[in-house]
């Protein structure tokens, strides 16, 4: 336990904490956007243990990111996975309330945050391991420590998400732009990413003008069979 009397020790833990507070926001739009339409009390199981289990993949994810990294395809097929995800979270809109009620609905609501999480957390863990620099009891505090954080801001986005339903829609934006981004940080485009530095914002930009004009085209399509 010396290491609780050691000055760099909470530096370090201050910085983790404070690379997640920074980090933490798609996560959280993530979260409130797939707990949404859920009753209120499934409403706060589903931010509770869908923020608590993404931090403990996290943690897991840390050990193993680094060379995960350096694996071509794999943030192609996980920046595609979010692109679908955020065309899911904005369709999902109008789901029938008896579905959302059910506990299933709850479960999906976790597995969507576990898997947009997964993905989006390749590079934020890079980060949050430079800084324990090898200390997993660092590593560990830090991560929990931010478990009420993003809950936090989860609550906070679901209420804002109630009163101004246009966040629905920057949120899928948001999860489509994170989604253009992954892609082109891919193994295999990276030394073309490299030269070409307008590539970054222009993924992000298309990935985020797909989710939105897509999900709102299968939303026009549907309402006049609801109609």
Not at 30 to 35: F, N, R
Not at 186 to 213: C, E, K, R, S, T
Request: hydrophobic share 55%; with cysteine.
């Amino acid at each position: 336990m010396e290491y609780l009397s050691n000055a760099d020790f909470w530096i370090g833990l201050v910085k983790i904490v404070w690379i997640n507070i920074i980090l933490s926001g798609d996560n959280a739009v993530v979260i409130a956007l797939a707990a949404r339409s859920l009753p209120a009390q499934q409403q706060k199981k589903a931010v509770m243990f869908g923020s608590g289990a993404a931090v403990v993949l996290r943690i897991v994810l840390t050990v193993v990111a680094a060379k995960l990294l350096e694996l071509s395809f794999l943030q192609i097929v996980g920046g595609c996975l979010l692109l679908w995800i955020g065309y899911q979270l904005l369709t999902g809109e109008e789901e029938d309330d008896g579905a959302s009620k059910s506990a299933g609905g709850m479960f999906a609501a976790i597995r969507t945050i576990l898997i947009a999480d997964l993905v989006m957390s390749l590079d934020n863990v890079i980060a949050v391991a430079a800084t324990a620099q090898g200390n997993m009891v660092l590593l560990v505090l830090g991560l929990a420590i931010s478990i009420p954080l993003v809950i936090f801001g989860s609550t906070l986005m679901i209420k804002l998400m109630e009163r101004f339903p246009v966040i629905v829609t920057l949120g899928a934006a948001l999860i489509g732009w994170v989604g253009g981004e992954t892609i082109v940080n891919d193994n295999l485009l990276h030394d073309y990413a490299m030269g070409h530095p307008w590539l970054h914002y222009v993924a992000a930009i298309a990935g985020a003008v797909l989710v939105v004009m897509v999900g709102k085209l299968a939303q026009s399509r549907g309402e006049p069979r609801q109609a």
